[in-house]
């Protein structure tokens, strides 16, 4: 008779195939009752729904929802496929929103389909696909993206958004406007469906953002055939970024949009800068005491279960993993070793930043090297390969608990230097040092150590403009991640702004 273990072993290899065909969504039909029984009791599976199952990890709390976030859009594309076969499409308004770079999980997906039964079918955590009898996206104007999203064009979604949608997503709208290079198979579009309306909508939204040739040629060209076209820009207010003619990326446009957009708040809500120190050794003496007390509240939001004892052991060097092995095999000890070394090269950055250098240009420099030096104990260690530390990642990332899902490997080498161009061009420490932590852990640029490097960059930019060190407590680490959450899903960056001055204070 085989033994407990035997049998889960089969059913997880069952699984497996499954995902190796990648079949993130599990049906009821994909697995006898038998292993799906197992599987579920075992933790290696959860019911999203009746008859629909989603892989997860055995030791995930119960009510968390990473791996549902993780799992969404895949989740949705394979049961809208089951549902209607390829009879199915986004939403124009959805799929602005993806075209935008935009992949946060949304609260509603809007979807269009000739047999829809318009009606909301229920998912976890508040997330629900609401399906509507609906015009679908059709041959010429449908585009399937890496996930197996089928999407309206970018033409025709911008042709089909109604109104209020530039209104109520404008950064996303932006976007998506700002990736046109010219405006020729838009014209085409808006010249065979003679769309007088909408293109006086469209030429409007260009000239929002600066696209005044671009809108000029539009309107010109519906004239040219007769129609008679009124221009109507649909935002509220005028943009605060002029977006270039050349071709951008979309993700970028949205990050450099959500700065424009961000760092009045943060002007409004955070204390002004006291100006450089007089005497930079002092401050720096403050920043090497404050070591110990940073060290445990930056690991400890982290997730890694560290004490003042530890952190103080690594710092008089009287923890030798190269002498005792349980030293090599103790992974806290691996993570504080790792951030003081860190903390010794953030400090040489405060120098230079303290003695006049531009502080974006000493980040640009200094984060890769910080980088290395968090995870170094652990390549030694033979926990983590060298090649980890050569870079920014090369694979997708989620964000545990968070909605927002940060953008592709693929568009970092534009990403980092645009993030970078920001901080060297922005005038305001305070906006550095806010938006320059909100945006590294908005585009996670590393598999890990993006909170504690965003937590460095923040204290390196807070010391341009003369603020002291700052330590986030883990003690409100639910409202700190919160208050992140809200930058990155909604585009409300008080919260965040709100709550770093409160500790900047303490």
Request: glycine share 6%; hydrophobic share 40%; with cysteine.
């Amino acid at each position: 008779m085989a033994k407990l273990s035997e049998r889960l072993a089969s059913s997880l290899t069952i699984l497996k195939d499954l995902q190796e065909l990648e079949k993130i969504a599990v049906k009821s039909s994909d697995l006898s009752r038998t292993h799906r029984e197992r599987l579920v009791r075992s933790g290696f599976l959860k019911e999203v729904m009746r008859g629909w199952y989603i892989p997860t990890r055995p030791d995930e709390p119960a009510g968390e929802s990473t791996s549902w976030y993780t799992s969404f859009w895949d989740f949705c594309v394979a049961y809208l496929n089951s549902r209607f076969g390829k009879e199915w499409s986004l939403s124009p308004e959805q799929s602005v929103i993806l075209h935008a770079g935009n992949r946060t999980v949304p609260r509603q997906l809007l979807v269009r389909a000739p047999i829809a039964r318009n009606q909301t079918t229920s998912l976890p955590f508040d997330t629900s696909i609401f399906e509507t009898r609906a015009r679908m996206a059709e041959e010429g104007e449908l585009v399937i993206d890496t996930h197996g999203l089928r999407l309206f064009s970018i033409e025709s979604a911008l042709m089909y958004c109604p109104e209020p949608f530039f209104r109520n997503n404008p950064v996303d709208a932006r976007a998506a406007l700002g990736t046109f290079q010219d405006g020729t198979v838009l014209l085409r579009r808006l010249l065979d469906g003679g769309h007088t309306v909408v293109a006086g909508r469209l030429a409007g939204a260009f000239r929002n953002i600066g696209r005044d040739a671009l809108a000029d040629d539009l309107l010109a060209g519906m004239r040219s055939v007769g129609y008679l076209v009124s221009e109507q820009d649909p935002f509220t207010s005028p943009s605060k970024l002029l977006i270039p003619s050349r071709q951008v990326l979309p993700h970028v446009i949205r990050l450099q949009l959500m700065w424009a957009s961000m760092r009045e708040t943060v002007l409004e809500v955070f204390p002004a800068a006291p100006g450089l120190p007089i005497d930079s050794s002092k401050y720096i003496q403050r920043v090497s005491e404050l070591f110990i007390k940073d060290a445990y509240n930056s690991l400890s939001i982290e997730g890694y279960r560290v004490s003042a004892d530890l952190i103080e052991q690594i710092k008089v060097g009287s923890w030798q993993p190269e002498v005792h092995a349980a030293d090599r095999q103790h992974r806290d000890a691996m993570a504080a070793r790792g951030y003081w070394q860190a903390f010794q090269s953030v400090k040489k950055g405060l120098e230079e930043v303290l003695s006049g250098v531009e502080s974006g240009q000493v980040a640009e420099m200094a984060h890769r090297n910080w980088y290395r030096e968090l995870f170094a104990p652990s390549v030694e260690a033979g926990i983590i390969r060298a090649s980890d530390l050569a870079g920014y990642r090369n694979q997708s990332v989620f964000i545990r608990h968070s909605k927002h899902v940060p953008a592709p490997h693929e568009q970092l080498r534009d990403l980092m230097p645009a993030y970078f161009d920001l901080l060297s061009s922005e005038e305001s420490a305070a906006v550095r040092a806010v938006l320059g932590h909100f945006a590294f852990v908005y585009i996670h640029p590393y598999v890990d150590g993006n909170g504690r490097i965003a937590r460095f960059l923040m204290n390196l930019l807070m010391a341009s403009g003369g603020y002291p060190w700052t330590i986030v407590p883990v003690t409100r680490r639910d409202e700190y991640m919160s208050a992140l959450e809200s930058a990155s899903v909604d585009q409300d960056i008080r919260p965040f702004a709100l709550f770093l001055a409160s500790v900047l204070t303490q």
